[in-house]
């Protein structure tokens, strides 16, 4: 049996080496590291702009937030990316021009900040509570969510793209007759999968987030990765047999990628909460995998009992239905 | 023409592919029927605070600026305020005023408010010295609803280069590309009618979608047409692209998947993140699909002020595109005939 699963891998790292899937993972790796390190981790909110019309020279304030305009008609030009706060004191009394930003909230506060900037405004020093800097932070946070997005769509298509082009060639009907069990032709297939995804975590996270940095992180890291690997590898296992052809599959994969992932993302990125999100499974997988990033204990007990018994039901259910397709091959 | 048919008759077999550019007409319909959501908590700054420890005076001024989450603890409001999504700055009491805590990771504006917020309390009872002209913004606009529209007018733009690249990627692996070789038919016409056929499939689906979920005054109807126009034809090269580059289904699912990501990515993260003016913000017109991306955003808005600037920046995306196009791709496939 060990020998035939020592073939069996061999078979299907020749497969993804002739499927060109390592070099497209580099790609990827090149890709999002060149994202994050030249784009994202400069992406920032500056602070809102006061632009000061002063013709008579009746304000003596000094702030660094104030940029003097030389024209009524130039403060209203700096002042249209509804963001930046005119203040014009030509008029009696002094006027305070804004374009409103869409949110009532947003254009109290700017009117209240342009007033206070200039007044002798003093910084005071604020209770730091987290660990990290900005740029550690965004680091972290878009290494967790493209690593997210990569591992669910390489296991997932990968496996299914190797094992379209098994079917296509007859594989499934000669395994009917081979000595080789049906979980052993998974288990070949789950084992390539999860070490090439372990060493493209590996490598995304020294890469982006510092070697000495990801040291700490990397066994939480690599423990959510695997899950994540296990269960995406074993659905794309699945749907691989159950669909028809790559091209039905490809389609099936793109609505799953964005109107499946694209809610986790938002509420990612954006901390906006929806009720229903509790429900969505990758949710759950998508909060863990970005707690580890951040050191924090990742998730419950409950937790990875689910995910235990989600992997243990897909192993089953494709073994089965592997078993199945082999029988109807005949 | 003729040719042109028997694509649509190859394609119509597939349920699935006319399925995919159904796809965003359903979530169209979805959006148009959703209550509207409130997004505004995005634009705006968030406080946290703990329970019974702020004035009833002290809340209300921190409802009128921004919006206040309660927590039970001060240890759960830490915890809030160091969530990495969020940019939460929490608040506290102290004598005669309040207090901020920050995590230290945040964007350079919240960071700002945090350390002024103590100031700016202690001001507010001070008499205003200034009149003030709030000029309205057009339309009472609900951004969430609008990301979502933009989002899935996006990928409805999108779905052209999947259904191009697939398609021609099956045709290389059934052999059909090898019959098409020896058919009477130039490369030129055959890459035309594929470009057609993701073009056609991508303007249809995003039209039906933005005329679900957009009511579209009569100005708005040429420019977003325009709009829809050039993204599908983008789309659709791309997915040409990708289709004659790509050895196998997995080389070219992984592009896709690659494309994918370029195309709603960069847009959502320039527009949620990064102010218009920064230095940054122009590298995001290196992607099509920001400039697409917007001007539905600004269309929805009720604005038309960069619209033009878009729909040049979608032109020069679409020419060099095309040229780069024909003269590798084609120029190649007509010497060898």
Redesign the interface.
Known sequence: MWKGFSHLLKKDVKMMLSGKFFLLALLSLILYSCYINFIYVNVDQENCRVYLYDPNNLCSAQSKYINRAHSRQELKTACSDRFSIGIDFSADPPEIYMLSSGAEKTDRYRAMWGEAVLTELTEEKPEIVGSYVKEERSRREITAEFLFFELSAVGFLGLASVLFKEKQMGVIRVHGILPVSKAAFILSKLCVFLWSDLIFTCLLTWINVGISDSLTILPAVLTQAGILSLIMSLTGFLCAVLLSDFKQFSLFYLILAVFASTPVFLAGQTGVSWKWLAWHPMHHLFTAMKSAYFGKTAASFPYYLVCIAAIAILFYGACHILAREAAKEG | MEQLKYQLKNIRR?K??I??FL?PVI?GIIIRFLPAMN????????FGCVQNDLSKETISWL?????LTEYETIETL?EG????????I?VLRRKNGI????????????E?????L???YD??ADQ??????????SEK?D??KFLFIA?TLV?AMFMGC?FNS?NMI?EKEEGTAFVNQILPMSMRSYLLQKLALGFLGGIVSAMVTAFLCIQTAAWQTSPLFLLVILSAYIASLVGLFIGHFS????????C???I??LF?A?PI??Y???????A?YP?SYLFPSSAAFYGLMELL?GQM?NLGLYLVILSIHAVLLTCLYFFIVAGKGSNRR
């Open positions: 597939d699935l592919c399925l995919t796809l979530v997004f505004l908590g995005l634009s705006e700054t968030s409802q009128s600026i921004g919006n830490k305020v160091n969530n990495p999504s969020t940019q939460m929490g207090r901020t805590i920050l995590s230290g990771d945040e964007f350079e504006l919240y700002t408010i945090g350390k002024t103590p100031q700016l001001m507010r205003p010295a200034f009149s003030k002209t709030i000029s309205p913004v606009s951004k969430l989002m990928t999947t697939m099956s050895s196998g289904l997995m080389t070219g699912m992984v896709i998947k690659i994918m990501i709603l960069p993260i320039f949620l993140t990064v102010s218009t003016d920064s940054v590298l808005a002020e």
